[in-house]
């Protein structure tokens, strides 16, 4: 696929970040589980956040592709980073579309620039994969709104000033019943769990917030009533472009990682990338890894050409997921002792991949939409 010079400015920026600011720090914020909040200011100031956000709205009005090449190389250096790339890309692209002109200048510019932090906000208890089954509830009193309820697996939630909350406001119109709600998190009535302490991905921080008579004014509705859940469900296209370029960006920096080894590593008096078994593993790794970064760049310019991409966004995510957990693998294997080893690279690597495969939708709800794509327009391309 073509790549135009402004791509290849931008994937070479992120790269360098990602090499002289990211991966230098990488096991240091694993090991802490520490927010890193001098990269961040950095990334905002080098307009790394809000990555799509049009020119006119303050943004940089890059397209879908070069939000995937951003989010590959960042991901390189570390997924967790990554991944606060990823969040303010789905909350800025909410406000670019159904925010009002008030709504946009009160929280894009906060977002982009990394001085307000924002949350993401559907996860309940009964509602992950099912979203139909949120109970947090927001009830008109007066001109304004009074919320209710709680949500778990949120990032950001330890740090984040400003959460995107779905809210039912009809409970009898399922999903036709949903809104969302912008709610400032330092406000009366919101609490949060503790952070929670994940596998891998461990410098994004991840909690529960809960919501008791949080009053909210009128203007705190992000778009139309009743089409919360349709909204949400809208980023998401894009959104698993963006994990699945992070997914790629794990498995590169695992190939590498391997490669690198290979050649350094000894036995039998010869260095271990002399043997046809470690030659085939980081084959299969290479070939994999340069499979779903096309997946990937296909779904980005099936978005990015207005052309129907859901199915392409899922099998993206999806392989691009599974690829992660597997070669990752087939890296610390190269590694042999070594890799299961904290400290080395790829033992972080096969953790930080995981997760991949189950937010955004889990890889078995990406198989689904892909069945359920096939069969309603057919399987040509």
């Not at 240091?28 to 709205?57: C, K, S, T």
């Not at 946009?104 to 996860?123: D, E, F, N, P, V």
């Not at 009193?141 to 959460?163: C, R, S």
């Not at 699945?244 to 039998?268: N, P, T």
């Amino acid at each position: 696929m073509f790549l135009t010079e402004t791509h290849q400015q931008a994937r070479e920026m992120a790269r360098q970040f990602a090499e002289d600011v990211i991966r230098p720090v990488a096991e240091e914020l694993d090991r802490d589980e520490r927010f890193p909040r001098e990269i961040y200011d950095q990334m905002g100031e080098l307009g790394l956040f809000g990555i799509g956000v049009p020119e006119d709205m303050g943004g940089p009005g890059f397209d879908t592709m070069t939000y995937a090449l951003v989010m590959e190389e960042l991901s390189r250096g570390y997924a967790s980073v990554a991944d606060q790339c990823g969040l303010v890309e789905l909350l800025s692209t909410l406000l670019v579309k159904h925010g009002t002109d008030t709504q946009r200048k009160q929280w894009l510019s906060a977002l982009m620039t990394a001085r307000l932090r924002g949350a993401y906000c559907i996860t309940e208890t009964e509602a992950g994969t099912d979203v139909s089954g949120i109970r947090t509830a927001a009830k008109r009193d007066g001109d304004g709104w009074v919320l209710n309820g709680g949500k778990i697996w949120i990032h950001n939630a330890p740090v984040a000033d400003v959460g995107f909350v779905l809210a039912r406001t009809d409970p009898d119109a399922g999903h036709r019943g949903m809104s969302i709600f912008v709610v400032d998190l330092h406000a009366e009535g919101v609490s949060r769990g503790p952070k929670e302490h994940k596998m891998g991905q461990r410098a994004s921080q991840v909690g529960a917030l809960n919501f008791d008579d949080v009053r909210l004014p009128a203007e705190a509705l992000l778009g139309q009533e009743g089409r919360g859940f349709h909204m949400m469900m809208s980023v998401l296209d894009k959104g698993r472009v963006g994990i699945g370029a992070l997914a790629v960006g794990i498995g590169q920096a695992g190939l590498e990682a391997a490669v690198d080894y290979a050649q350094q590593r000894k036995q039998f008096k010869k260095p271990i990338s002399e043997f046809q078994g470690v030659q085939w593993l980081l084959a299969d790794i290479a070939k994999d890894v340069e499979a779903a970064r096309l997946l990937v760049w296909n779904a980005a310019e099936k978005i990015d050409t207005g052309a129907d991409a859901t199915k392409y966004c899922s099998m993206a995510k999806c392989f691009a997921g599974d690829m992660a957990v597997a070669r990752t693998a087939d890296a610390v294997q190269v590694f042999g002792g070594s890799g299961y080893i904290r400290g080395f690279e790829v033992e972080r690597l096969y953790r930080d991949a995981k997760i991949t495969q189950i937010y955004e939708g889990t890889n078995q709800i990406q198989r689904m939409i892909i069945a359920r794509e096939l069969f309603a327009k057919g399987a040509m391309a």
